[in-house]
């Protein structure tokens, strides 16, 4: 455990004028003070970074904080004091996302320079809402997003000098993360739907336009793996939880593209109003990739808002061997990527693409004191008011690591989960569930008694139900250990499978996670297995 | 200008694998590139931050960045190299929100510790989202937002021993800003007006909820100076611009109680349900708070949902001289306030506190990968899914500023707003418009000319025009030159005022301004006003 910080100018705590003083107003003493911390962060970093262990095994319950009052502190405290208390009490407990270990959520270790990044971007303070607050990170945030445009639509150079900087255009916009990007993706399909000359559905709301347009309801639909966020969205825009539309999956986790025609039919039959027809370019559940070039012709047929929820696959399209998979992408109206996924930024650093660079226009708003009508603001057209200028760690990204840094990360990614789906297959507890398509794993653990039912597909449907509480359990006992992380789902509406299996899950995006690292949590989680039969009813 | 660095270790560029591990991989290489990433990071903080100057007078569109190509770069950049064009070509024409001359917008100087605390939840990368994700952090989250539900809502302490870490109750939800917790707030408010045991909103969505529950459409309502999210959230949730209703101000910019109960009497006879009324403590155009305890009264009556945007305004809680300014907060249902705004946090940092612990179910939503229903993650009841643990920075603010120091900034900024208020009195060439509440003011140049009508109550509309022209321009010209910083607004629906007045609009948050900073910022538009006279029409 690192050692606490004495306090070092404030010992008794300075008058507090002075005090704010040294916080606020650049001085030698200041620059002392923040030395300090700054060196005592970089030891916590350096000894925590890439480290084996996930989490310590304290259970949640146990931690000192659930014992603060909640009253806000009258006095202040000294800053090194509170750092020192932080790093002994919080950080510890934290979950360490750059350990090789941790192959089980979509966070990895990051590159090193959006450390010393995200202290200047503290520093500056800018606010991106309005020109005023942001100026260069304004022009800044504009060309990543053209960057993010051209490489999923691709236009011409001309395409982007015309539309890049100018304030009429908008190719995107910079979220707090792929729920926001979803659900603006979706509001603008709703408003774009209903929108006609006479009504107005900006002006008359969703159930006056939806009556004036003569349909009974509007719907979104998707398969059966659509991301709870799009459940979110609909719920927000007020299309309640009927008005998605899940459909059934092949034996790859991905769309039945003749389920989906079926329904798309009996939605014109009952007169509702398809919204937006979502795909899916790397299922949360297990990576999975929808036929987006079959998808946006369905769409196009029927001028369907098409989306493309690709938060988790997007960044493909930065690797030579693996963009083919996205093939398709380029017609959809809207795409979301997040940049703390596979563009391996920090969190909050999501993405929402148009193709066409008017149709925010469906969503725009102007207020007086900000945002003016014909201002280069870019608060007019987003859901989000002010907001970091995170649009500076993905412009960093793509030049830091490139396409060829960002195509060896996704190659080496899918690499190491092909090789582990070999293992797998070849083991005799665990049990392969799916071909991986890109670098998300599931499978399970078979206790060795029901091993032969498996192997002969003679599992009754109470044995089914014993395996997947036993690898609930696996995956709780191993999470609760804090040595490893394997996150764990529970599959449906998946061809070939059983409506409900419970399967661990794995994502390899780390670059710190080696073959090694893998094998040992294979076994650890064997050991632990093992140790569960012995007791598991 | 300052220099450029020189690649350091990378000169060539490494081969990707090895430059890779160089940024990902811990070891004396990394920490050698970081330092000295780090050290041009702490100069570059030391020459801008709380420097004079706002901005340099470049136009964006002759900014460098505008000129970059779309397609992505192939090979990835030294590091230093990056940083040092980031540097050059971008960070001297952003907006220095730190200097004590930008006294225009909602941004400030922020304390130092902010710097090295953000570093160190870069390198953390926790997402609190889920627990498995960020652990000690799902636990400090619900730690701070007790401190904040205790500070607007002050419940006893065996409530917060109770609520405060119970995955069951929820106090609140930290949000990307301001704009989502308004949008979170209604669409509780939403849900909760049109739940009823046989209708469920959120399975049929807004217009058939409507429908059933024999409403002619739903309205949000509130006074004129509601801010611009409170029209976005409206579309988004369905409602249409025709569903927010504003209320016209008195004098000081609050709501007219009397006009506001006439409205609701008008909703009821049309069949309108009012979804919320909507309070604002500390209005963006002019800091003014609604009387809110006669709000909550008639929100109360009618069992409508009482939302308070305290976006601005929240943080007088923690003055003791000022806090009874917002009594009556207690009572509303819903409350927003933004870290980022007079917390001093960094910019990301929104909060949403609800009164009652359960009113969060009505937007719960589960998915299996994640999310699990029962468990203790934090994404099962927010808009938003993965998102950094900006908690931290509240939790941070509220110890090292504690009651006493944020209660000392919050009451310098009022007391200089009223120094300047009397310097504005007084002046023979601006106008004062309305006495600040709190630490926003509004004011006007008045050309020589016009001086006279606008004493004696003469103007014609075509001066009147004239005068908001002007003025419209002089704040363009401050803004152009770079030097020093104020905003303008366009006043409308306040008794007294001109339907259509165009003001300047000072913020007096930031400690570094002093009253010679802001003697000088009025002598420098003294300066400019009098050159436009010469040449205005």
Same mark, same amino acid.
């Given at each position: 455990?690192?050692?606490?910080?004495?306090?070092?100018?404030?010992?008794?705590?300075?008058?507090?004028?002075?005090?704010?003083?040294?916080?606020?107003?650049?001085?030698?003493?200041?620059?002392?003070?923040?030395?300090?911390?700054?060196?005592?962060? &970089?030891?916590?970093?350096?000894?925590?970074?890439?480290?084996?262990?996930?989490?310590?095994?304290?259970?949640?319950?146990?931690?000192?904080?659930?014992?603060?009052?909640?009253?806000?502190?009258?006095?202040?405290?000294?800053?090194?004091?509170?750092?020192?208390?932080?790093?002994?009490?919080?950080?510890?407990?934290?979950?360490?996302?750059?350990?090789?270990?941790?192959?089980?959520?979509?966070?990895?270790?990051?590159?090193?320079?959006?450390?010393?990044?995200?202290?200047?971007?503290?520093?500056?303070?800018?606010?991106?809402?309005?020109?005023?607050?942001?100026?260069?990170?304004?022009?800044?945030?504009?060309?990543?997003?053209?960057?993010?445009?051209?490489?999923?639509?691709?236009?011409?150079?001309?395409?982007?000098?015309?539309?890049?900087?100018?304030?009429?255009?908008?190719?995107?916009?910079?979220?707090?993360?792929?729920?926001?990007?979803?659900?603006?993706?979706?509001?603008?399909?709703?408003?774009?739907?209903?929108?006609?000359? $006479?009504?107005?559905?900006?002006?008359?709301?969703?159930?006056?336009?939806?009556?004036?347009?003569?349909?009974?309801?509007?719907?979104?639909?998707?398969?059966?793996?659509?991301?709870?966020?799009?459940?979110?969205?609909?719920?927000?825009?007020?299309?309640?939880?009927?008005?998605?539309?899940?459909?059934?999956?092949?034996?790859?986790?991905?769309?039945?593209?003749?389920?989906?025609?079926?329904?798309?039919?009996?939605?014109?039959?009952?007169?509702?109003?398809?919204?937006?027809?979502?795909?899916?370019?790397?299922?949360?559940?297990?990576?999975?990739?929808?036929?987006?070039?079959?998808?946006?012709?369905?769409?196009?047929?029927?001028?369907?808002?098409?989306?493309?929820?690709?938060?988790?696959?997007?960044?493909?399209?930065?690797?030579?061997?693996?963009?083919?998979?996205?093939?398709?992408?380029?017609?959809?109206?809207?795409?979301?990527?997040?940049?703390?996924?596979?563009?391996?930024?920090?969190?909050?650093?999501?993405?929402?693409?148009?193709? $066409?660079?008017?149709?925010?226009?469906?969503?725009?708003?102007?207020?007086?004191?900000?945002?003016?009508?014909?201002?280069?603001?870019?608060?007019?057209?987003?859901?989000?008011?002010?907001?970091?200028?995170?649009?500076?760690?993905?412009?960093?990204?793509?030049?830091?690591?490139?396409?060829?840094?960002?195509?060896?990360?996704?190659?080496?990614?899918?690499?190491?989960?092909?090789?582990?789906?070999?293992?797998?297959?070849?083991?005799?507890?665990?049990?392969?569930?799916?071909?991986?398509?890109?670098?998300?794993? &599931?499978?399970?653990?078979?206790?060795?008694?029901?091993?032969?039912?498996?192997?002969?597909?003679?599992?009754?449907?109470?044995?089914?139900?014993?395996?997947?509480?036993?690898?609930?359990?696996?995956?709780?006992?191993?999470?609760?250990?804090?040595?490893?992380?394997?996150?764990?789902?529970?599959?449906?509406?998946?061809?070939?499978?059983?409506?409900?299996?419970?399967?661990?899950?794995?994502?390899?995006?780390?670059?710190?996670?080696?073959?090694?690292?893998?094998?040992?949590?294979?076994?650890?989680?064997?050991?632990?297995?093992?140790?569960?039969?012995?007791?598991?009813?």
């Amino acid at each position: 455990m690192r050692k606490a910080m004495e306090p070092l100018y404030i010992q008794p705590l300075l008058e507090i004028r002075e005090y704010l003083r040294l916080a606020f107003e650049p001085s030698a003493d200041q620059q002392a003070v923040e030395e300090r911390l700054d060196r005592y962060i &970089t030891e916590v970093i350096e000894g925590l970074y890439g480290a084996p262990r996930v989490t310590t095994d304290t259970a949640l319950e146990r931690l000192s904080l659930l014992r603060q009052e909640a009253a806000v502190p009258g006095s202040a405290v000294h800053p090194e004091a509170y750092m020192s208390r932080l790093v002994h009490e919080v950080v510890p407990h934290s979950i360490n996302t750059s350990s090789p270990n941790f192959i089980g959520h979509m966070t990895s270790a990051l590159p090193m320079f959006f450390r010393p990044l995200s202290r200047l971007l503290t520093a500056l303070n800018q606010n991106v809402v309005k020109v005023e607050t942001s100026k260069s990170f304004t022009a800044l945030e504009r060309q990543t997003l053209a960057f993010m445009h051209h490489q999923v639509y691709g236009c011409a150079e001309s395409f982007y000098a015309e539309h890049g900087q100018n304030p009429e255009s908008t190719l995107g916009m910079m979220t707090s993360g792929g729920t926001v990007s979803n659900l603006t993706a979706l509001w603008i399909a709703r408003n774009a739907a209903l929108l006609s000359p $006479d009504d107005d559905v900006k002006r008359d709301g969703y159930a006056l336009a939806l009556h004036k347009n003569g349909y009974r309801r509007g719907v979104i639909i998707g398969s059966s793996l659509m991301h709870y966020s799009i459940d979110k969205a609909a719920d927000i825009l007020g299309l309640g939880s009927d008005g998605v539309i899940r459909i059934g999956c092949d034996s790859r986790g991905r769309i039945d593209l003749s389920k989906l025609a079926k329904e798309m039919a009996a939605c014109r039959e009952r007169g509702d109003r398809i919204l937006a027809i979502v795909g899916i370019a790397g299922t949360t559940e297990s990576g999975a990739i929808d036929p987006l070039q079959k998808l946006a012709e369905m769409a196009r047929a029927e001028r369907i808002h098409f989306h493309i929820d690709a938060a988790w696959g997007g960044p493909l399209l930065l690797s030579d061997a693996h963009a083919h998979k996205l093939r398709g992408i380029e017609w959809a109206d809207t795409v979301t990527i997040d940049g703390h996924k596979q563009m391996y930024l920090p969190m909050g650093t999501g993405l929402l693409l148009l193709k $066409d660079p008017l149709a925010a226009a469906l969503i725009e708003k102007k207020a007086q004191y900000i945002i003016r009508g014909g201002s280069s603001d870019l608060g007019r057209r987003s859901l989000e008011g002010s907001r970091p200028a995170m649009s500076v760690f993905l412009h960093a990204g793509l030049h830091l690591l490139g396409r060829e840094g960002y195509g060896y990360l996704l190659d080496e990614g899918i690499r190491k989960t092909r090789w582990l789906a070999g293992l797998l297959a070849d083991h005799h507890a665990f049990e392969l569930i799916g071909e991986p398509e890109i670098n998300i794993l &599931t499978y399970r653990y078979i206790p060795a008694p029901l091993r032969e039912a498996v192997r002969t597909g003679t599992l009754t449907p109470e044995e089914h139900n014993r395996i997947n509480r036993f690898n609930e359990r696996l995956q709780e006992l191993q999470g609760r250990q804090g040595e490893s992380f394997v996150s764990r789902t529970t599959l449906s509406g998946i061809e070939g499978l059983p409506e409900s299996i419970v399967v661990l899950r794995v994502i390899l995006a780390n670059p710190l996670t080696t073959e090694e690292h893998i094998k040992n949590i294979l076994d650890l989680q064997q050991t632990i297995a093992e140790e569960l039969e012995l007791s598991f009813g």
